[in-house]
Nanobody
Framework: QVQLVESGGGLVQAGGSLRLSCAASGRTFSRDAMGWFRQAPGKERVFVAAIDWSDGTTHYRDSVKGRFTVSRDNAKNTVYLQMNSLKPEDTAVYYC????????????????WGQGTQVTVSS
């Protein structure tokens, strides 16, 4: 059974940092792409960042470039999202997702999802 478990969310002031973790289990992820998405209240779920598990290729939405960094630890089967210089508009539930193959920015292309972790940035 595939499981993606996010952690690390919380309340932080604008300009602060958080690191989200996504612990993956239940399948071999070495040929998967791992994505981070977020969903703010009343809005659709949007792509944030993704990493190719095999070669480490990354991709980001424009609004987080230079502030967020996605990485993975193969030994721990864990993907991270380091978020710096957080802004109130980053407030959302953040989800980790996995899909076989290459990176995609479309949520419908991902087969496996975590339960989400809340990130709240106060002004």
């Amino acid at each position: 059974q595939v499981q993606l478990v996010e952690s690390g969310g919380g309340l932080v002031q604008a300009g602060g940092s958080l690191r989200l973790s996504c612990a993956a289990s239940g399948r071999t992820f070495s040929r998967d792409a791992m994505g981070w998405f977020r969903q703010a209240p009343g809005k659709e779920r949007v792509f944030v960042a993704a990493i190719d598990w095999s070669d480490g290729t990354t991709h980001y939405r424009d609004s987080v470039k230079g502030r967020f960094t996605v990485s993975r630890d193969n030994a721990k089967n864990t993907v991270y999202l380091q978020m710096n210089s957080l802004k109130p508009e980053d407030t959302a539930v953040y989800y980790c997702a996995a899909r076989p193959g290459v990176i995609s920015g479309s949520s419908v292309m991902y087969d496996y999802w975590g339960q989400g972790t809340q990130v709240t940035v106060s002004s």
